[in-house]
């Protein structure tokens, strides 16, 4: 998303650029003229930028769903044993479980059973599910979404904007909850 975010921005400033250079040149009439081609072409970034962020989204959900599915090849049996055991594992242990499985969704799956059966309900929310990825990429895509249409308003930035652009995609401490439940 921050290429699609970072292009968005050099398209802008570009055709920026090129209106003010139309405005130094020619007559207001052909300023307009060329200027308006110029509108067209932002509009058409814009409503590009968006559409892969949208496109981006999807496919990220889609991915989400498909780490969710069960799938005995992902079991990892002396954990799995773990889990079933004759003991209970602490809290501890959970998280070190939780870590070393972040990447699979059926063994997470497992764990959170394990947690669920047990009443541990406050470990199980650090879990991610499918839902929860598919949430935290549709607040990603709003971050990107809201930085395009700021652009958009202000195609040459400002400092703040330009620190949203700059930053976008590396957590932060408001973000990194969302980019630790993607992975």
């Known amino acids: 998303m921050k290429d699609v975010i970072s292009s968005y921005a050099a398209t802008l400033k570009?055709?920026?650029?090129?209106?003010t250079r139309n405005n130094d040149i020619y007559k207001d009439s052909i300023a307009a003229e060329e200027n308006a081609k110029l509108d067209s072409r932002m509009i058409s970034a814009f409503n590009n930028a968006i559409d892969s962020i949208m496109d981006i989204q999807k496919t990220a959900a889609e991915e989400s769903e498909q780490w969710g599915e069960l799938n005995g090849s992902d079991i990892d049996t002396a954990d799995l044993q773990l889990l079933h055991g004759p003991f209970t594992l602490n809290d501890n242990d959970i998280m070190n479980l939780i870590e070393k499985h972040y990447s699979n969704g059926t063994m997470l799956r497992a764990i959170s059973d394990y947690c669920e059966e047990r009443g541990k309900q406050t470990i199980q929310q650090v879990i991610p599910t499918v839902y929860t990825k598919q949430?935290?990429?549709?607040?990603?895509?709003?971050?990107?979404?809201?930085?395009?249409?700021?652009?958009?308003?202000?195609?040459?930035?400002?400092?703040?904007?330009?620190?949203?652009?700059?930053?976008?995609?590396?957590?932060?401490?408001?973000s990194e909850s969302l980019y630790r439940v993607i992975g």
Not at 14 to 19: D, M
């Open 135 to 174: 949430e935290a990429w549709a607040k990603i895509a709003a971050g990107a979404d809201g930085i395009i249409r700021s652009l958009t308003e202000q195609p040459l930035g400002g400092p703040m904007l330009d620190l949203a652009i700059e930053q976008f995609g590396t957590p932060t401490s408001f």
């Open 14 to 19: 570009s055709i920026t650029g090129e209106r």
